[in-house]
C-alpha cells in the first residue's frame, strides 16, 4: 500500500508560481513511479508530469513543458510539482498518483499508462 498526501495549493494571480509536494509513505517498490494529474473544472483528469523515482528524464505533457518542473527529495520521500506562470486556464485539482514499473503486464513510468494510487488531490486557482 502507498499513501500520497498533497498539499500547497491556493490562489495566486496570472504570471505567479506555486509549488505542490506530496509527501508519500508505503511500499518503496508500489512507487517505483511518481506522476502529478490535474483536472481543470468540467474536464476531464489529465496527466501533467511524471517520471521514475529511481531516475531518469520526467515526461511532461508537452503544453506545460517549460513551466512546470516535477522533482523529488528522496531523503523525505516528497514529490514536487514548480508550477511557473501560472495562467488561469492552470486553475484545477491536482493530484499525486503512484505506481509500480510494471502493472498489469505493461512497463514503465509515463502518465498515459494506468496509476495505482492516489492522493487527496490540493486545489490550485488562478485569478486573472
Known amino acids: 500500500q502507498v499513501q500520497l498526501v498533497e498539499s500547497g495549493g491556493g490562489s495566486v494571480q496570472a504570471g505567479g508560481s506555486l509549488r505542490l509536494s506530496c509527501a508519500a509513505s508505503?511500499?518503496?517498490?508500489?512507487?517505483?513511479?511518481m506522476a502529478w494529474f490535474r483536472q481543470r473544472p468540467g474536464k476531464g483528469r489529465e496527466g501533467v508530469a511524471s517520471?521514475?523515482?529511481?531516475?531518469?528524464?520526467?515526461d511532461y505533457a508537452l503544453s506545460l513543458k517549460g513551466r512546470f518542473t516535477i522533482s523529488l527529495d528522496r531523503a523525505n520521500n516528497t514529490l514536487y510539482l514548480q508550477m511557473d506562470s501560472l495562467e488561469p486556464e492552470d486553475t484545477a485539482m491536482y493530484y499525486c498518483?503512484?505506481?509500480?514499473?510494471?502493472?498489469?503486464?505493461?512497463?514503465?513510468?509515463?502518465?498515459?499508462?494506468?496509476?495505482?494510487?492516489w492522493g487527496q488531490g490540493t486545489q490550485v486557482t488562478v485569478s486573472a
Open positions: 498518483a503512484a505506481k509500480a514499473l510494471w502493472l498489469k503486464g505493461t512497463f514503465g513510468c509515463h502518465f498515459l499508462k494506468e496509476y495505482t494510487y
Open positions: 508505503g511500499s518503496t517498490s508500489s512507487r517505483a513511479c
Open positions: 517520471f521514475a523515482t529511481a531516475g531518469g528524464v520526467p
